[in-house]
């Protein structure tokens, strides 16, 4: 799978869904997009980088327990995901456009995981805060794995946002703050590079 082929792809659902007069072109000066792709330093980082992008911040939702802690989540039994809340401007980078950052950055085809972190916490999930969103994400999701851009099925659940958790202080802008931490330099910093050389049009 390449980043390109993603773009390519969600490129496609973008114009048939303009097309088709349902593209959100009218939506208020800010939207939020709610998104779990494995480890939320990862995701955030990601994110942080992207024109449009006014904040990130790191939490837990989608579970079933009232104000979770870190330690709570990673015990998987409050049934949480570590996921992000992203507030944009989709006047400046569209709600597709962050689709397709999130399918390049992370492998919606390994069920409860990422890499080496194993759990239903770090499942892949796109948590949608209108009906727009909803049948965006469902259109993305096929055609990407009708062109097979995957070498298996696409996993990412794809459910109403609930009640989003922010995560402890010490998570928010983790990578930011911790460019040297091991995990950082072996996991987020090659996705924050391929977002860099791969979404250049997108990087503020």
């Known amino acids: 799978m390449t980043a390109g082929m993603v773009r390519w792809c969600v490129t496609g659902v973008i114009a048939m869904m303009m097309a088709g007069g349902t593209?959100?072109?009218d939506e208020a000066a800010r939207a939020k997009a709610t998104f779990a792709g494995g480890c939320f330093w990862c995701t955030e980082a990601v994110y942080a980088q992207i024109k449009g992008v006014h904040a990130v911040t790191s939490g837990y939702t989608d579970g079933k327990v009232?104000?979770?802690?870190?330690?709570?989540v990673c015990t998987?039994?409050?049934?949480?995901?570590e996921a992000i809340e992203i507030e944009y401007d989709p006047a400046v980078v569209s709600f597709?456009?962050?689709?397709?950052?999130?399918?390049?950055?992370?492998?919606?085809?390994?069920?409860?995981r990422q890499g080496a972190d194993v759990g239903t916490q770090y499942r892949s999930g796109i948590y949608f805060h209108d009906d727009t969103q909803r049948e965006t994400a469902r259109k993305v999701i096929e055609k990407l794995d009708a062109a097979r851009?995957?070498?298996?099925?696409?996993?990412?659940?794809?459910?109403?946002?609930?009640?989003?958790?922010?995560a402890e202080a010490y998570h928010q802008d983790y990578f930011a703050n911790n460019p040297l931490q091991p995990y950082c330099q072996a996991v987020a910093a090659p996705k924050v590079e391929k977002?860099?050389?791969?979404?250049k049009d997108l990087v503020k």
């Open 66 to 72: 009232p104000d979770p802690t870190y330690k709570d």
């Open 96 to 112: 597709e456009q962050l689709l397709e950052v999130f399918f390049a950055t992370h492998d919606p085809t390994t069920l409860n």
């Open 149 to 166: 851009v995957f070498p298996r099925p696409i996993v990412t659940e794809v459910k109403p946002a609930t009640t989003f958790y922010p």
């Open 23 to 25: 593209a959100a072109a």
């Open 76 to 81: 998987g039994r409050t049934g949480h995901a």
């Open 195 to 199: 977002v860099r050389k791969v979404f």
